[in-house]
């Protein structure tokens, strides 16, 4: 059984940072393909970014060149590093996971965490 589960979000201003982090469960992080997603109110569940095992990575086009996904074999952790946050980025985001295949926005992993919310507002 793999458990997920994030922390990292809150509050920030338009233009803030915050990082957001997800620690699996267990001795099987070496085989788990991870993956961020995100939903706002009214909108459906989308892919922000997604990790291999080898830590290629793959993002959302309105994430690209703010966000940065990294994962840490010693701590079972995977990170989303998020940077000139924008209204448009508030949601409740969520740490997803799958046996060797990554993530994508048509095919979620099969494992969840519960979701932490972010919020950008002035």
């Known amino acids: 059984q793999v458990q997920l589960v994030e922390s990292g979000g809150g509050w920030v201003q338009p233009g803030g940072s915050l990082r957001l982090s997800c620690k699996a469960s267990?001795?099987?992080?070496?085989?788990?393909?991870m993956g961020w997603y995100r939903q706002a109110p009214g909108n459906q569940r989308e892919l922000v970014a997604a990790?291999?095992?080898?830590?290629?990575?793959n993002y959302a086009d309105s994430v690209k060149g703010r966000f940065a996904i990294s994962r840490d074999s010693a701590k079972n952790t995977v990170d989303l590093q998020m940077n000139s946050l924008k209204p448009e980025d508030t949601a409740v985001y969520f740490c997803?996971?799958?046996?060797?295949?990554?993530?994508?926005?048509?095919?979620?992993?099969?494992?969840w965490g519960q979701g932490t919310q972010v919020t950008v507002s002035s």
């Open positions: 267990g001795s099987i992080f070496s085989r788990l393909a």
């Open positions: 990790i291999t095992l080898g830590s290629n990575t």
């Open positions: 997803n996971a799958e046996y060797y295949r990554i993530p994508t926005t048509s095919t979620p992993g099969t494992y």
